[in-house]
């Protein structure tokens, strides 16, 4: 069975630029989270959908930062303009359902803005 | 709210050496999920284990054991025997039922020598 899938793996972009990531969830799960984790610290929730709807986004820049999940599938996360502070790997993140059901998590893109 | 400390930043062991990650959380709710993800330097989160609050049996997997216990809050985790290929940033984290998020511990960076 493949795994979440996620590109690209690495990604250096200016200030003030705007860059997008992509992942694909592992077939059949329902849910997909996007984690953002700061070099020395545990992953972050920034976005949780159920299908195409969200669950939760309370911790999501909702200025600079935006997610979609097109027919409840594949998703993308943007970021316009990006800061320094937003460098940092993203992860996304699948599960059968929410909530207590297992996460799965792909690679994750290293994002480094100069 | 939900809250995971972990409190050793960094082990380092000799192979074949046992060594135990610990793991404290703080929850107000009765029915609660908690899980361990090992993270390799190629940056993937690799999932452990899942446990449920009501489920306090110990568990061992290979050279892998979990020792839960709600007295005390805690949830550690030991390698027996360590490797080298153990070596890795371990997280522990904590959720509890339906669209809720996952809420991880800062980590513990886990080196191996030969």
């Known amino acids: 069975e493949a795994g979440v899938a996620q590109s690209p793996r690495y990604k250096i972009i200016e200030k003030r630029q705007s860059v997008a990531f992509w992942c694909n969830p592992i077939s059949g799960h329902a849910t997909l989270y996007w984690y953002q984790q700061i070099l020395g610290q545990g992953p972050k929730l920034l976005i949780q959908?159920?299908?195409?709807?969200?669950?939760?986004d309370s911790q999501l820049p909702k200025d600079r930062f935006s997610a979609e999940r097109l027919k409840g599938v594949d998703s993308t996360l943007k970021i316009q303009p990006a800061k320094l502070e937003d460098s940092a790997v993203y992860l996304c993140?699948?599960?059968?359902?929410?909530?207590?059901?297992?996460?799965?998590f792909g690679p994750g893109t290293r994002l480094l803005v100069l | 709210a939900q809250k995971v400390t972990q409190a050793q930043t960094e082990i380092s062991v000799v192979e074949k050496e046992d060594v135990t990650l610990d793991c404290v959380y703080e929850?107000?709710?009765?029915?609660?999920?908690l899980f361990w993800y090992k993270q390799p330097p190629s940056g993937e989160l690799v999932f452990l284990i899942r446990r449920n609050s009501f489920d306090e049996q110990n568990e061992i997997s290979g050279r892998y054991s979990w020792n839960f216990q709600k007295s005390t809050s805690s949830f550690n985790f030991t390698i027996t025997a360590s490797q080298v290929v153990d070596s890795a940033v371990y997280f522990c984290a904590l959720t509890r039922p339906g669209f809720q998020k996952l809420v991880f511990g800062t980590g513990t960076r886990l080196l191996v020598s030969p």
């Open positions: 959908f159920q299908n195409n709807g969200v669950v939760d």
């Open positions: 993140a699948s599960s059968l359902a929410g909530g207590s059901e297992t996460q799965y």
């Open positions: 929850t107000r709710d009765t029915t609660y999920y």
